[in-house]
């Protein structure tokens, strides 16, 4: 079967019932989407599947035969974030990260669909993923300004939350 | 290096029928065969060898999703995702749209849900107490053998047989009522689906009171007392305790979900 991953196809044989999850990770070495439960519960191994967010660790592999698939590897580069990356950067929505790419994947997708900052909406978007820092409120509020088409200027970010929070601000 | 956490495609003959004709003759009379519908649920199984395939028939290029509507008759192929019900008039779009978040009903089948063996926390088929409700017929096949029967019938010997769809008039009127799930990855521990023929046929069902989803034929012949009906049902059940919900609860909630059912319907009307 050929996946392609990022833009790059790979031929990988012999895998049709492997979990998409353990051919990116451990055939392709493509890290990004993380094993956490490896039973659909949590959410940190999802990538998209032509756009579509999909578990790894729930899809075989070889339903992914001939699909465009996309980590968080894919979504920017480090010089050219994606605006959902600025976004929670910006809004400082990652915490241990592990959480971090599918959550951004599953963003990604739904403004993609047109979603908007309304935030049941995106709290039913990204229901079935779990943060184990429990940093909801920063990754909706992030998600929200992606949505929102807010834009960030990422080389103030730190220094303007730091400055607030100098001042008393608080957050 | 290779994969530490899945069964090796070695050790498994992986079948991939490009037709239904290929799916019945591969599928032939079931045994050692795991049918991989979505995958949402066999994947985990094998991935912690909870299960081992000899053979695993994949589904997935066998043609058998859709939906296909002809006068007030609507067939639903098995392979067809959970989430393309969700905008479906109740009881399915409503119980649709209680299973799991969206990235998993949206690779998750209506056949997957239906003839998912009990699991080791709970009972997964939420589907089965709307299609019960519905009257819904299965078309199955086993040793070349393809027949249509009531769900009711079917369910009990789902592990037998590989269901290739269902089909139901559409209702007159439907309803659903189910428990909150305290996450979206959790089954649906108590769940009450009802809906009213054309003809004025009642059917009341239950998901998450025994191994499958059961008709609550006391609670239909008491529907015109909501009240009455909800405590009839719990004739029709055996419910049991499992990690999401205990048999006690199950017993006291079953009646209001019930009577909201009826309630529903009656509104409705």
Known sequence: ?171 | MAAASVVTDAATEVLMPGSEDEAIAAFGDGAEVVVVGGGTIVLPDLTYRRRRARKALMLGGAGLAGIETQGSRVTIGTMTPVQELVDMPAPLGPCAANVADLEIRSQGTVGGNLCAREGYEAPRGDLQSAFLALGASARSAANGDVTEEPLEDFLPKRRERLLLGVSFDEPAAGAFAGLDRPHTHDYTALAVSGAKGTDGTLRLAATGTGSWGVRLPSAEAAAEDPVAAGEAALEDVSPHDDALASAWYRTKVLPVLVRRVLDELKESA
Not at chain 1, 49 to 67: F, H, I, K, M, N
Not at chain 1, 138 to 166: H, N
């Open chain 1, 1 to 171: 079967m050929n996946l392609t991953v990022n833009g790059i196809t790979h031929g990988v044989d012999g895998r049709e019932l492997a979990t998409l999850l353990d051919v990116l990770r451990e055939d392709i070495g493509v890290t990004g989407p993380k094993a956490g439960c490896h039973q659909g519960g949590c959410g940190a191994c999802t990538v998209l599947v032509d756009g579509e967010p999909r578990r790894s660790c729930l899809l075989p592999a070889g339903y992914a035969d001939g699909t465009e698939i996309t980590t968080v590897e894919g979504l920017g580069t480090p010089e050219k974030l994606a605006p959902i990356q600025q976004a929670f950067v910006h809004h400082y929505a990652a915490q241990c990260g592990f959480c971090t790419s599918g959550m951004m994947l599953a963003a990604h997708a739904y403004i993609d669909r047109g979603g908007t900052d309304d935030h049941d909406a995106i709290q039913q978007a990204l229901g079935g993923h779990v943060c184990r820092c429990t940093g909801y409120s920063k990754i909706i509020d992030a998600v929200a300004a992606a949505a929102r088409g807010d834009s960030f200027d990422l080389t103030t970010t730190a220094v303007g939350k730091y400055t607030t929070m100098a001042t008393g601000g608080g957050e």
